[in-house]
Nanobody, 129 residues
């Protein structure tokens, strides 16, 4: 099982970026996938979650209305569209997967990193003011 996040970069405040998480060794449609981020000197925090099959989503309050996660089953990839970016969004972003087949996003627990089993290397997002 491998996850590879990409798409990070430097953007001005108010701008947009689209992150991608390419998976291999499992099918993203069958597992919930989460995005997490870790800013310098801070703990890792959950950003978003997308459920298996139904594709229902859950977001942290800090990104709700600005970020959207989606799944492309043709490419076995999950995306995170980030709009209206703020300097406080600056962090390394990681995607992670729940090993449980048919796993879904269920409220705040969806954003708990310790519940995820597979992790990719992160991609750095820097938002300048």
């Amino acid at each position: 099982v491998q996850l590879q996040a990409s798409g990070g970069g430097l953007v001005q405040a108010g701008g947009s970026l689209r992150l991608s998480c390419a998976a291999s060794g499992f099918t993203v449609d069958n597992h919930r996938i989460g995005w997490f981020r870790q800013a310098p000197g801070k703990e890792r925090e959950g950003v978003s979650c997308i459920s298996s099959t139904s594709g229902s989503t859950y977001y942290a309050d800090s990104v709700k209305g600005r970020f959207t996660t989606s799944r492309d089953n043709n490419y076995n990839t999950v995306h995170l569209q980030m709009n209206s970016l703020k300097p406080e969004d600056t962090a390394v972003y990681y995607c992670a997967a729940d090993a449980l087949y048919g796993s879904i996003c269920a409220g705040e627990e969806s954003l708990y990193s310790y519940l995820m089993d597979y992790w990719g290397k992160g991609t750095l997002v820097t938002v300048s003011s």
